[in-house]
């Protein structure tokens, strides 16, 4: 069984910059891909940025360039810097990872974007 948790949400002014981390603990296989999605109030879930074990990237049209993904393979850590942050920016940020067919999620935390 695999678990992650979100940490370093919050408040954050508009151009303002946060840094979320995710620990997943258990069995993480080399061949995993990690990731953030975000949900706002009353939309869906979506895609924000993907990373591979080997390091290839993947965002959302809407945050390249203000948004950069990390992984620590060792730690089996994920991270997502957020800078240039926008109001609509402000969601409810979830972890990810894919391995082996199955798929988990963390709880989630809390960004507002907000003067």
């Known amino acids: 069984q695999v678990q992650l948790v979100e940490s370093g949400g919050g408040l954050v002014q508009p151009g303002g910059s946060l840094r979320l981390s995710c620990a997943a603990s258990g069995s993480i296989f080399s061949g995993s891909v990690m990731g953030w999605y975000r949900q706002a109030p009353g939309k869906e879930r979506e895609f924000v940025a993907v990373i591979a074990s080997g390091g290839s990237t993947n965002y959302r049209d809407s945050v390249k360039g203000r948004f950069t993904i990390s992984r620590n393979n060792a730690k089996s850590t994920v991270s997502l810097q957020m800078d240039s942050l926008k109001p609509e920016d402000t969601a409810v940020y979830h972890c990810?990872?894919?391995?082996?067919?199955?798929?988990?999620w963390g709880q989630g935390t809390q960004v507002t974007v907000s003067a």
């Open positions: 990810n990872i894919r391995m082996g067919g199955a798929e988990y």
